[in-house]
């Protein structure tokens, strides 16, 4: 019998104005903040996340907190560590912060693949994201992070750095 | 039981191409040899909203060629000018500078993405070509040219538009398959 490589995840519940679920997808409309509950367990190790988005009219980052319980991780026990390509310019940079990057919103219609590693398991947790925004058109942004706390979550909150975007998101467990 | 799985097949409804030969196979991808273009009709549907494509490739004689992509629907190639926008990030042994954004009447990788050195693997993730909105694109590949290479890139498509297809051109004959998955919702 043949075994899908993953599984689609149908949060427990979501919150955040704007916020809504059809059916697994997650649809977010001019969204400040968007509080994802009940998607990671014992089931699976590792998590996909696809988002398309578009923000309303600022050049955002899209961050992110891990939450249990319905309570986010905010301390600053996320490292992040970026790779920028736009027009000839190529940089990176590391940095110690209160949550983990996991794309970038500007302009028109972008979207990240946020892979998730071991968020329900009682250890760090690392991220890494690759994105397309529509920044001067066209922008690369890829992102790894890591949180340092052995906790194990069941939910993500996902907010943008500044202003507000609009879009739906889906969440799929990879491996156990 | 039911299929809960993470990636949806999506059989093109049919295939177009020039060269010696392009077919759908029993998995519903499509096997490919000796084309020049190459187009794949009816695989966005309004069913998904984002989509995987995976391309594993060769060149059919000495050298590399790049890729051209343009979206289409019923077959129809869009060429609009200047609605294709793709910002490239080519790491190449120690030099990763060769960075570069163009605005054209297609998805044009700047740096050239199937190389005749070996197979070359390139991964699309494609979000809301269906949708009535633009289309953004992101590839990440494994080149063949000097042994590993990095032709990476982001495009953006300026043209709210509903898509069913995509179409490649290729200045010199590959060989290989694609497949185009869609996200289950």
Known sequence: ?176 | MANTGMLVSMKPTSVDHSGTSASVNNNGGVDFSAVTSLSLNGVFTSDYDNYLMVINAIKDVTGNVTLGTRLSVGGVEDSTANSYIMQSLIVSGTSYTNGNRTTENTWNTRSPVIANAGWNGLTYHIYGPYLTQPTAIRAVTGIATSGAYIADAAGTHNQSTSYDGLSFTIASSITGSVHVFGYRE
Do not use: W
Not at chain 1, 32 to 39: A, C, D, L, M
Not at chain 1, 93 to 109: C, L, P, Q, W
């Open chain 1, 1 to 176: 019998m043949a075994i899908p490589m993953g599984e689609l995840i149908t949060p427990s519940s979501v919150a955040g104005s704007g916020v809504s679920l059809s059916g697994a997808k997650v649809v977010f409309t001019a969204a400040t903040t968007i509080n994802i509950n009940g998607v990671f367990s014992a089931t699976h190790d590792t998590y996909l996340i696809v988002v398309r988005m578009k923000p309303a009219s600022l050049n955002p980052n899209l961050q992110a907190r891990l939450r249990v319980s319905g309570t986010d991780a905010t301390a600053s026990n996320y490292t992040r560590q970026y790779l920028v390509a736009g027009g000839t310019s190529v940089s990176g940079g590391r940095s110690t912060e209160s949550y983990a990057t996991v794309g970038f919103a500007s302009g028109g219609e972008g979207g990240s693949h946020v892979f998730i590693y071991g968020p329900a398991l009682a250890q760090p947790t690392a991220f890494r994201s690759v994105c397309v925004s529509a920044f001067a058109d066209a922008y690369i942004q890829d992102d790894a992070c890591t949180h340092s706390l052995s906790t194990a979550y069941d939910g993500i909150t996902l907010y943008p750095s500044s202003d507000n975007i609009t879009g739906a998101l889906t969440i799929y467990g990879l491996s156990q």
